[in-house]
């Protein structure tokens, strides 16, 4: 018997926001990101204004969590453009995907800490 798996859906994350599109902008996943699921937590890039997952690691700015992907995307090959929450709401902690790197509690907490400062809080 054919196993199937889901996986998060578009914006399953999201328990509030602000009406209208307030709480929303359409961004960049940098190319060679891979793939993004929805629901991961994203880092902006100086240099290029490009996303990618928020790592730990990371020294070009995408380091500092700044938006949540409300839809997946493969970005492997090219650029793609999608909707992020940027500010203005509550999300389920639970149904968020981190960078493989950010993975102790602490490193998700600072994560969830630096969203709030931008009005994103992680229940």
Do not use: W
Not at 84 to 91: G, P, S, T
């Amino acid at each position: 018997m054919t196993v199937l798996v889901e996986t998060r859906h578009p914006g399953e994350f999201i328990l509030s926001e602000a009406n209208g599109q307030r709480s929303r902008e359409a961004i960049t996943i940098a190319s060679g990101a891979g793939i993004i699921a929805a629901g991961t937590v994203l880092g902006k890039v100086t240099a290029s204004g490009k996303y990618l997952a928020s790592a730990v690691g990371a020294t070009d700015g995408s380091q500092t969590p700044v938006a949540i992907a409300i839809y997946g995307a493969d970005a492997s090959a090219s650029d793609v453009s999608i909707s992020a929450i940027v500010r203005d709401a509550e999300v389920n902690g639970n149904c968020l995907t981190y960078h493989a790197d950010r993975d102790q509690p602490a490193e998700k907490a600072a994560a969830n800490s630096a969203l709030a400062t931008l009005g994103v809080i992680v229940r």
